[in-house]
């Protein structure tokens, strides 16, 4: 039952999860902004993008399964599947604003793009935090539940005990012994 406690203990609540959530991947994401730039200037920049978000959801879950929802642990397969997702979707909302800044802006200076690679991040990261924790590592929430369910149901309850009065004539029934709680 302590392990269960110490499980419950380390699982934060939505302000401190989301605090977390910008650290790491505010964190990820600034240094994403800056290899794509990095990279762009080699390939194009949709195929910069997709390789760099790529390798960020990849580093982006670890981090949020090891620090930012409690899991404690390493990312499964199947969170980094999901966590694919939402940043298929991230990738689509930053594609987008590039998109837009190019058709708006016929020559954007690298400081321009990046403001608005961060700006399209952000809104996306948002919605991201939203999936991870409602969907993604929900899970982990639900096991620490039920293992802390499990480990109260197995603590035995008291039970009154009866106390049985010897008597001369013939042998008492459990139920007159014993009256229903």
Known sequence: ??????????????????????????????ASSFAVTALASCIPWALANALITA???LLAT?????FTFGAGGRATWHQHAQSAGSAAAAYA???????????????????LEQA???????????ARFAVLRLVVFTRNRSQATAT???????????RPVCATVARDSAPARPADLCPAA
């Open 1 to 30: 039952m302590d392990t269960a406690r110490s499980r419950q203990r380390a699982e934060p609540g939505p302000l401190t999860a989301f605090t977390r959530f910008v650290l790491c991947g505010g964190g990820v994401g600034l």
């Open 55 to 57: 390798a960020s959801t």
């Open 62 to 66: 670890e981090l949020h399964a090891r």
């Open 93 to 111: 909302v930053t594609c987008l604003a590039m998109l837009l800044l190019h058709q708006l802006v016929a020559a954007p200076g690298a400081p």
């Open 116 to 126: 608005v690679y961060l700006c399209a991040g952000a809104l996306a990261g948002v």
């Open 148 to 158: 802390a369910t499990a480990a109260a149901a197995a603590v035995p309850t008291a």
